[in-house]
């Protein structure tokens, strides 16, 4: 529309000029032409002006208005000039936003159809863990049976029986998570928040997921640690994902740091290790899904590529984001260049209730 208007007045303008183009120059001629014969009048004959009034309507009646004719006619040309270069480029923004227009519309069913595919992808890992749960349910628990009795068993059955007990549950793990990360990327995941003491929570994830290694902890907890505003099942999982991926990345009897503060209306819960550290480069890929990092860091023997998927850190992450929450990484976490370490730091809300009494 603005271009409509622009041209519009670019032409009233082109046509103004075109008429001051004559006007001008003629009204010129006539009035200098009249003044000098109203001038010199008398002095000679009533038509003879003389050679000096001929030399001023000459120079005021001739050259002034050719000059302001050919300025005119200058000027008319430059709006001749903008007009055309206006309108040129008012036909290619129309063909751009045409071209724009049809490029927005065949983006937006491609995008369409991301969106379908990626639900139907969601859909099929849905449908294929719900009916992997159930198998693995009755697999799990006819291998419990039959460990109920593992002293009527061979020990090298024994052994496989175990192995198999503890795979078992690893892909049962596996599947579950599977199933929460769908629902999470879906919105259908719902927390359910609520006031949860963070030390019984640590001490209960540390001992689970670390067993004997829980005596390589260092806590660094204050007296006093006011209840956190969370989901406490969902919460324990992130943490028991750190301490597994720290237990992993950590030389054996190498300490694993528990530090937990306390900022504003917020907690902050560090989880500290003593591995081989995560470069710059890695560190923007750790948070992806189906990344391992490996263990080697340049500056030890690099060793056998860490068990999992690749989605605690990703998931940890999106679950604390359903929380009101956050995770930062930092590495190198110690000045020691042979164990730099890792440092992932959960930023946690405060129970409401508790922040409002005190």
Not at 177 to 194: N, S, Y
Not at 222 to 242: A, F, G, M, Q
Not at 300 to 329: C, H, I, K, N
Request: aromatic letters at 6%.
């Amino acid at each position: 529309m603005s271009y409509e208007i622009e041209s519009v007045t670019h032409q009233a303008a082109t046509r103004y000029v075109r008429g001051l183009r004559f006007a001008l120059p003629t009204s010129l001629f006539l009035l200098a032409t009249t003044f000098e014969v109203w001038e010199h009048w008398g002095e000679h004959d009533l038509f003879i002006v003389g050679p000096l009034g001929l030399l001023e309507i000459l120079v005021f009646g001739v050259v002034g208005p050719t000059a302001v004719y050919l300025v005119l006619t200058y000027v008319e040309r430059l709006l001749q000039t903008v007009q055309q270069a206006h309108t040129d480029i008012a036909q290619l923004t129309r063909r751009l936003e045409r071209k724009v227009a049809d490029r927005t519309a065949e983006l937006e069913r491609a995008n369409l159809r991301l969106r379908e595919l990626d639900q139907m992808k969601s859909d099929f890992v849905s449908l294929v863990s719900h009916e992997l749960r159930a198998p693995l349910a009755t697999l799990n628990g006819g291998l419990e049976v039959a460990l109920q009795s593992r002293e009527q068993l061979p020990p090298k059955t024994e052994r496989v029986f175990e192995l198999l007990l503890t795979e078992t549950a690893r892909l049962t793990d596996f599947v579950q998570t599977i199933l929460d990360l769908t629902q999470l990327e879906a919105g259908k995941l719902h927390v359910h928040c609520g006031p949860v003491a963070l030390k019984p929570l640590l001490r209960h994830a540390v001992a689970v997921t670390l067993g004997a290694d829980a005596e390589r902890v260092i806590w660094r907890l204050p007296s006093d640690l006011p209840p956190i505003w969370v989901d406490e099942t969902y919460t324990e999982e992130v943490i028991r994902n750190l301490l597994r991926n720290a237990q992993k990345y950590t030389p054996p009897h190498s300490p694993i740091e528990l530090e937990v503060t306390v900022e504003n209306d917020q907690m902050r819960l560090s989880v500290t290790d003593y591995g081989p550290g995560i470069s710059a480069e890695q560190q923007e890929q750790a948070f992806e899904r189906f990344v391992r990092l490996p263990r080697h860091n340049g500056l030890q023997p690099e060793g056998d590529q860490p068990r999992g998927w690749g989605l605690g850190l990703y998931f940890a992450r999106m679950l604390l984001v359903q929380q009101r929450g956050s995770l930062a990484l930092q590495s190198p976490a110690h000045d020691d260049p042979q164990t730099p370490g890792s440092r992932f730091t959960l930023t946690l809300p405060l129970d409401k209730e508790e922040e409002g009494a005190a």
